[in-house]
Protein backbone atom coordinates (compact mmCIF):
# COMPACT_ATOMS: atom_id res chain seq x y z
CA UNK A 1 0.00 0.00 0.00
CA UNK A 2 1.50 3.29 -1.38
CA UNK A 3 1.67 6.27 1.12
CA UNK A 4 0.66 9.86 -0.12
CA UNK A 5 2.83 12.52 1.29
CA UNK A 6 1.77 15.12 3.08
CA UNK A 7 3.92 17.74 1.30
CA UNK A 8 5.88 17.57 -1.95
CA UNK A 9 9.05 19.58 -3.65
CA UNK A 10 8.59 21.76 -6.44
CA UNK A 11 10.61 20.35 -9.31
CA UNK A 12 9.72 22.60 -12.10
CA UNK A 13 12.12 23.81 -14.23
CA UNK A 14 12.56 27.95 -14.57
CA UNK A 15 12.61 29.35 -18.06
CA UNK A 16 15.44 31.17 -17.12
CA UNK A 17 17.21 28.16 -15.73
CA UNK A 18 16.81 26.97 -19.37
CA UNK A 19 18.22 30.38 -21.03
CA UNK A 20 21.43 30.37 -18.95
CA UNK A 21 22.09 26.93 -19.48
CA UNK A 22 21.16 26.86 -23.45
CA UNK A 23 23.74 30.26 -23.51
CA UNK A 24 26.43 29.16 -21.42
CA UNK A 25 29.08 27.75 -23.67
CA UNK A 26 28.47 29.37 -27.08
CA UNK A 27 30.35 32.12 -28.38
CA UNK A 28 28.91 34.94 -29.60
CA UNK A 29 30.13 35.14 -33.02
CA UNK A 30 29.00 31.52 -33.17
CA UNK A 31 25.46 32.19 -32.26
CA UNK A 32 25.05 34.72 -34.98
CA UNK A 33 26.13 32.06 -37.29
CA UNK A 34 24.02 29.66 -36.30
CA UNK A 35 21.20 32.26 -37.06
CA UNK A 36 22.82 32.36 -40.76
CA UNK A 37 22.27 28.42 -40.71
CA UNK A 38 19.06 28.58 -39.99
CA UNK A 39 18.65 31.40 -43.18
CA UNK A 40 20.68 28.70 -45.19
CA UNK A 41 18.43 25.80 -44.17
CA UNK A 42 15.39 27.94 -45.03
CA UNK A 43 16.54 27.93 -48.86
CA UNK A 44 16.82 24.13 -48.44
CA UNK A 45 13.09 23.76 -47.27
CA UNK A 46 11.98 26.20 -49.97
CA UNK A 47 13.85 24.01 -52.79
CA UNK A 48 13.45 20.61 -51.67
CA UNK A 49 16.63 19.67 -52.90
CA UNK A 50 20.00 18.42 -51.62
CA UNK A 51 22.45 21.05 -50.39
CA UNK A 52 24.47 20.26 -53.17
CA UNK A 53 21.64 21.29 -56.19
CA UNK A 54 20.84 24.52 -54.44
CA UNK A 55 20.38 27.24 -56.25
CA UNK A 56 21.56 30.37 -53.67
CA UNK A 57 21.07 33.54 -56.38
CA UNK A 58 18.70 35.89 -55.38
CA UNK A 59 18.87 34.71 -51.37
CA UNK A 60 20.21 36.86 -49.00
CA UNK A 61 20.26 37.58 -45.17
CA UNK A 62 20.89 41.23 -44.02
CA UNK A 63 23.00 41.66 -40.45
CA UNK A 64 22.50 44.97 -38.64
CA UNK A 65 23.63 45.92 -34.63
CA UNK A 66 25.08 48.44 -32.63
CA UNK A 67 24.99 48.72 -28.96
CA UNK A 68 20.85 48.92 -28.03
CA UNK A 69 20.12 46.45 -30.89
CA UNK A 70 20.37 43.37 -33.29
CA UNK A 71 18.36 42.60 -36.28
CA UNK A 72 18.55 39.34 -39.22
CA UNK A 73 16.64 39.37 -42.24
CA UNK A 74 16.23 37.28 -45.11
CA UNK A 75 14.65 36.36 -47.92
CA UNK A 76 14.85 32.58 -47.29
CA UNK A 77 11.20 31.25 -47.34
CA UNK A 78 10.17 32.38 -44.07
CA UNK A 79 8.69 29.30 -41.35
CA UNK A 80 5.43 27.92 -42.42
CA UNK A 81 2.64 28.65 -39.80
CA UNK A 82 1.95 24.68 -38.87
CA UNK A 83 5.54 24.34 -38.12
CA UNK A 84 5.42 26.82 -35.86
CA UNK A 85 4.55 24.81 -32.76
CA UNK A 86 7.76 22.81 -33.20
CA UNK A 87 10.15 25.56 -34.25
CA UNK A 88 10.41 27.62 -31.12
CA UNK A 89 10.02 24.74 -28.42
CA UNK A 90 13.17 24.34 -26.46
CA UNK A 91 13.80 20.80 -27.59
CA UNK A 92 12.62 18.98 -30.66
CA UNK A 93 9.21 17.44 -28.98
CA UNK A 94 8.84 13.37 -29.86
CA UNK A 95 6.42 14.08 -32.43
CA UNK A 96 7.27 16.69 -34.79
CA UNK A 97 7.46 16.01 -38.35
CA UNK A 98 10.83 14.42 -39.73
CA UNK A 99 11.40 17.03 -43.11
CA UNK A 100 13.78 14.46 -44.27
CA UNK A 101 15.56 17.16 -45.80
CA UNK A 102 19.83 17.88 -45.55
CA UNK A 103 20.27 21.18 -43.52
CA UNK A 104 23.14 23.50 -45.42
CA UNK A 105 23.83 25.00 -41.69
CA UNK A 106 27.47 24.26 -40.22
CA UNK A 107 26.44 24.82 -36.55
CA UNK A 108 22.65 23.72 -35.34
CA UNK A 109 22.45 25.21 -32.24
CA UNK A 110 19.13 27.08 -32.50
CA UNK A 111 17.46 29.97 -32.85
CA UNK A 112 16.08 30.09 -29.02
CA UNK A 113 19.61 29.62 -27.77
CA UNK A 114 21.12 32.25 -30.23
CA UNK A 115 18.44 34.92 -29.56
CA UNK A 116 19.04 34.52 -25.72
CA UNK A 117 22.60 34.47 -25.71
CA UNK A 118 22.28 38.05 -27.55
CA UNK A 119 18.89 40.09 -25.35
CA UNK A 120 16.07 39.35 -23.79
CA UNK A 121 13.32 41.18 -25.91
CA UNK A 122 12.52 39.86 -29.27
CA UNK A 123 10.54 40.30 -32.07
CA UNK A 124 10.34 37.67 -35.07
CA UNK A 125 8.27 38.32 -37.94
CA UNK A 126 7.96 35.88 -41.07
CA UNK A 127 6.41 35.14 -43.71
CA UNK A 128 6.33 31.94 -45.86
CA UNK A 129 3.43 31.76 -48.84
CA UNK A 130 0.57 33.95 -49.48
CA UNK A 131 -1.55 34.71 -45.83
CA UNK A 132 1.01 32.22 -44.08
CA UNK A 133 2.51 35.71 -42.06
CA UNK A 134 2.97 35.64 -38.39
CA UNK A 135 4.66 37.54 -35.90
CA UNK A 136 5.29 36.87 -32.33
CA UNK A 137 7.33 38.91 -29.31
CA UNK A 138 9.83 37.12 -26.38
CA UNK A 139 10.11 39.38 -23.73
CA UNK A 140 11.20 39.65 -20.01
CA UNK A 141 7.63 39.39 -18.86
CA UNK A 142 6.75 36.03 -20.75
CA UNK A 143 10.52 34.98 -19.06
CA UNK A 144 9.39 36.18 -15.83
CA UNK A 145 6.29 33.75 -16.19
CA UNK A 146 7.38 30.20 -15.37
CA UNK A 147 4.01 28.77 -15.80
CA UNK A 148 2.70 29.81 -19.11
CA UNK A 149 5.47 28.54 -22.36
CA UNK A 150 3.40 29.85 -24.73
CA UNK A 151 3.59 32.49 -26.87
CA UNK A 152 0.65 34.62 -28.77
CA UNK A 153 1.12 34.69 -32.98
CA UNK A 154 -0.43 37.66 -34.53
CA UNK A 155 -1.05 37.56 -38.12
CA UNK A 156 0.49 39.78 -40.59
CA UNK A 157 -2.07 41.08 -42.40
CA UNK A 158 0.52 43.39 -44.63
CA UNK A 159 3.72 41.60 -44.39
CA UNK A 160 6.48 43.79 -44.71
CA UNK A 161 9.11 41.05 -45.29
CA UNK A 162 8.94 38.71 -48.68
CA UNK A 163 8.93 35.23 -48.27
CA UNK A 164 11.63 35.41 -45.32
CA UNK A 165 11.91 36.17 -41.73
CA UNK A 166 12.86 39.20 -39.53
CA UNK A 167 14.42 38.63 -35.89
CA UNK A 168 14.99 41.96 -33.99
CA UNK A 169 16.61 41.69 -30.68
CA UNK A 170 16.68 44.46 -28.00
CA UNK A 171 17.40 44.71 -24.65
CA UNK A 172 20.67 43.67 -25.72
CA UNK A 173 23.15 42.57 -22.48
CA UNK A 174 25.63 44.40 -21.42
CA UNK A 175 29.01 42.17 -22.45
CA UNK A 176 27.10 42.05 -25.62
CA UNK A 177 26.59 45.32 -26.19
CA UNK A 178 30.54 46.13 -25.13
CA UNK A 179 31.28 43.21 -27.47
CA UNK A 180 29.35 44.90 -31.21
CA UNK A 181 30.89 47.95 -29.91
CA UNK A 182 34.56 47.11 -31.11
CA UNK A 183 36.36 46.63 -34.10
CA UNK A 184 37.80 43.39 -33.20
CA UNK A 185 34.42 41.74 -32.85
CA UNK A 186 33.39 43.44 -35.69
CA UNK A 187 35.79 42.04 -37.86
CA UNK A 188 36.66 38.72 -36.28
CA UNK A 189 32.47 37.64 -37.49
CA UNK A 190 32.84 38.62 -41.10
CA UNK A 191 35.87 36.57 -41.04
CA UNK A 192 34.16 33.98 -39.63
CA UNK A 193 31.50 34.28 -41.72
CA UNK A 194 33.76 34.32 -44.51
CA UNK A 195 35.63 30.90 -43.18
CA UNK A 196 32.06 29.25 -43.18
CA UNK A 197 30.27 30.17 -45.88
CA UNK A 198 32.77 30.82 -48.31
CA UNK A 199 31.20 28.66 -51.13
CA UNK A 200 28.15 31.13 -51.26
CA UNK A 201 28.91 34.32 -49.39
CA UNK A 202 29.10 37.50 -50.36
CA UNK A 203 30.02 40.29 -47.80
CA UNK A 204 28.89 43.95 -48.07
Not at 72 to 81: E, L, M, R, S
Amino acid sequence: MSRVPESSANFTPTKRFFVEMLTRDIELEDAILDLLDNCLDGVARSQKKDPSEIDYHGYKAEINFDKRSFSITDNCGGIPKDSAEYAFRMGRPHDAPDEHLATVGVYGIGMKRSIFKIGRNCEIATHHDNDDGFMLNINEDWLDDDLNWRLPMQQLLLPDIEHGTRIKISRILPSVSNEFKTTAFQTSLINKIIYAYSYIVVVY
